[in-house]
């Protein structure tokens, strides 16, 4: 699975067959997977939390919510206002189709604001297992 993974940062979600996508979110275990639901459901909710997570996109294991997750940042990094319609566009432009009923759903499920630097914290974890050391450390 995490040759899949790589697979998606260096070639693009849209390359790849939807079964591997349905077998990396799979891979995932079920903290780390709520963690990124909760995570981006709660900057859905309140958008200017964002600006407080220092995750990048590629550490965000789901390729769907990384997708949105990169959708949202450049959206505040601009300095629009997002919500999931706006999220839902963006990711229409590009090459991922994430609906805005699934973004809902997120928004719905989110978790606390008050938790968001935990989730982070067990996004970013899960974001390095499998990782290796470089060569002559």
Known sequence: SSDLKLKIVYEGLSKLPPADIAD???DLPPAEREAERSLVGACLTRPELI?????????IFDPRLAA???AMQELAAT??????????DKLEAGSV?????ELSELVAQSGSAALLR???RIVRDASMVGEEA???L
């Open 97 to 101: 189709r994430v609906a805005p009923s």
């Open 79 to 88: 300095g629009v206002a997002f919500d999931l319609l706006s999220v839902a």
């Open 118 to 120: 935990e989730y982070e």
């Open 134 to 136: 470089p060569a002559g």
């Open 68 to 70: 949105a997750w990169g």
């Open 24 to 26: 990396i979110v799979e």
């Open 51 to 59: 600006l407080d997570v220092a995750l990048k996109p590629h550490e």
